[in-house]
T-cell receptor
Framework: AQSVTQPDIHITVSEGASLELRCNYSYGATPYLFWYVQSPGQGLQLLLKYFSGDTLVQGIKGFEAEFKRSQSSFNLRKPSVHWSDAAEYFCAVGPFGNEKLTFGTGTRLTIIP | DGGITQSPKYLFRKEGQNVTLSCEQNLNHDAMYWYRQDPGQGLRLIYYSQIVNDFQKGDIAEGYSVSREKKESFPLTVTSAQKNPTAFYLC?????????FGPGTRLTVT
């Protein structure tokens, strides 16, 4: 069975500092990996996705993620966070072409001045 | 502008009543999905449809029903059989996976 673990429930980062959100997955074949962001009371917005090719994926809003097969990880990074990045972030995994994604429980990001 | 719309944003119902949540998309996507989100949990898939007139159960389909009579529309009915219907419901669509989400409907059942 596929699963996703986001080990950090809540992270606090100073504005301008770098960010890394962790995501570990369990999947039996080549995974299709996603990162989404959700503002309070809103739907999710896709930040980036990975299926194959370059293991470093660039997304919107200055985010990037690196796929490490040996570590079963797909961590999300940003070199310098802005106050507007405060939100909840979800990692998801599934097979390409099949819509049954499994989501992690999310990491809530707080930005302090 | 293309996108997904869900209505209403907030919905209140009495226990024992069925309620239907609307989801419409103009992205020309074949695949549409319904997820449920509860505090502290990730999204859980209720139903999904990859083509008109066809849909599949997700992980938590009990107490829910859907229809897919048009490509643009994928309404979700929360029936009285759903034990804990109060939640945030999200509709999504995509070409290769769940790519676009609607703004969600918060359902409260008392």
């Amino acid at each position: 069975a596929q699963s996703v673990t986001q080990p950090d429930i809540h992270i606090t980062v100073s504005e301008g500092a770098s960010l890394e959100l962790r995501c570990n997955y369990s999947y039996g074949a080549t995974p299709y990996l996603f990162w989404y962001v959700q503002s309070p009371g809103q739907g999710l917005q896709l930040l980036l996705k990975y299926f194959s090719g370059d293991t470093l994926v660039q997304g919107i809003k200055g985010f990037e993620a690196e796929f490490k097969r040996s570590q079963s990880s797909f961590n999300l990074r940003k070199p310098s966070v802005h106050w507007s990045d405060a939100a909840e972030y979800f990692c998801a995994v599934g097979p390409f072409g099949n819509e049954k994604l499994t989501f992690g429980t999310g990491t809530r990001l707080t930005i302090i001045p | 502008d293309g996108g997904i719309t869900q209505s209403p944003k907030y919905l209140f119902r009495k226990e024992g009543q069925n309620v239907t949540l609307s989801c419409e998309q103009n992205l020309n996507h074949d695949a549409m999905y319904w997820y449920r989100q509860d505090p502290g949990q990730g999204l859980r898939l209720i139903y999904y449809s990859q083509i008109v007139n066809d849909f599949q159960k997700g992980d938590i389909a009990e107490g829910y029903s859907v229809s897919r009579e048009k490509k643009e529309s994928f309404p979700l009915t929360v029936t009285s059989a759903q034990k804990n219907p109060t939640a945030f419901y999200l509709c999504a669509s995509g070409l290769t996976g769940t790519e676009y989400f609607g703004p969600g409907t918060r359902l409260t059942v008392t």
